[in-house]
């Protein structure tokens, strides 16, 4: 039975840890990064390529791993992209043809003109954007929603089970990158009312970690509760979700709301306070120190404890 050959191409907070899980499972995984393949991985087994031209020949399977739309489609058909290297590789026999899986999150309407050109080579596309940030990459639990057809699905459906618990076919290339907008509105949406609620409990003189306690046993209950809502109580931040590139995924939202003329106003406002927190320099940080704005706004900061009683 042939061992699929994997290429991986974008090894930064997301990709690498999905990379080793790969590479533990027993995969040949030919990787390129323009930062350069991390030693852990090759020392794992994987194989370091030149260029992404270089992956495209050897793999079976191309994911890509990038922070926008724009490396996403530089990765793909620059002069040393994987476009190139799918010409390359092309042969007749219907089995020899390719997969370019996109995990990035990037734009529905670019993702389906990706997927046409390189239908065009004779290779099939599928957009399978994640969620469930660096923890769930480190521990395999990633939401996965697939935009490709039913057959290319069903192929690499194998692999991102390996990645992932929750893989979803949504329909067509560019529909899992719908899905992941809409996961955007609702996870920003809740930060932001996580961030609210927290800030006015602390504010109230109550101990927020009760209060998290407590909502966490009714319909308040989410993974943004639960994950985000105690890094807001612990002052951790260190990014799994950059807020930078939650900025970068509301404005897809909103560009295609618009394109959709549709009107989607509290994400626009969380688009905002986000805008806010790259002004004061945060944009390096979590998603979840959307809170640090918000406690701007208010004149108060989070403290775990009781600190005053309400007037």
Do not use: W
Not at 66 to 89: I, K, R
Not at 218 to 226: C, E, K, M, T, V
């Amino acid at each position: 039975m042939h061992v699929q050959n994997i290429g991986f191409i974008g090894l930064g907070i997301m990709g690498k840890p999905m990379a080793s899980r790969l590479l533990q499972y027993g995969y040949p995984v030919f990787l390129y990064s323009r930062s350069g393949v991390p030693d852990e991985l090759i020392s794992s087994g994987g194989y370091a390529c030149c260029s992404a031209v270089e992956v495209a020949e050897k793999a079976d399977m191309v994911i890509l791993m990038l922070p926008n739309t724009v490396d996403v489609e530089e990765v793909l058909f620059a002069d040393n992209g994987v476009a190139v290297g799918l010409t390359a590789a092309r042969l007749p026999e219907l089995s020899n043809r390719k997969i370019v899986i996109d995990m990035s999150s990037i734009s529905p309407g670019e993702t389906r003109r990706f997927a046409s050109c390189i239908a065009e080579l004779g290779h099939d596309y599928a957009d399978a954007p994640v969620s469930g940030g660096q923890t769930g990459a480190q521990q395999g639990t990633l939401t996965i929603m697939v935009g490709a057809t039913l057959a290319v699905f069903e192929k690499i459906q194998p692999i991102l089970a390996r990645m992932g618990q929750h893989i979803t076919h949504i329909g067509q290339p560019g529909s899992g990158q719908i899905c992941k907008m809409a996961n955007q509105i609702v996870v920003a949406g809740t930060l932001a009312a996580v961030a609210e609620a927290l800030i006015f409990s602390s504010k109230a003189g109550t101990c927020v970690k009760n209060i998290r306690q407590a909502l966490m046993g009714g319909f308040a209950a989410s993974r943004i509760l639960d994950v985000h809502g105690e890094r807001m109580i612990n002052r951790n931040f260190q990014p799994g979700f950059r807020i930078d590139l939650q900025v970068k995924d509301l404005d897809i939202v909103l560009a295609c709301a618009a394109e959709l003329g549709i009107s989607l106003p509290n994400t626009a406002l969380t688009q905002s306070l986000y805008q806010a927190c790259i002004a004061q320099g945060d944009q390096l940080l979590d998603n979840s120190a959307i809170v640090r704005i918000l406690e701007k706004i208010s004149n108060h900061e989070i403290t775990p404890q009781t600190t005053h009683a309400i007037p």
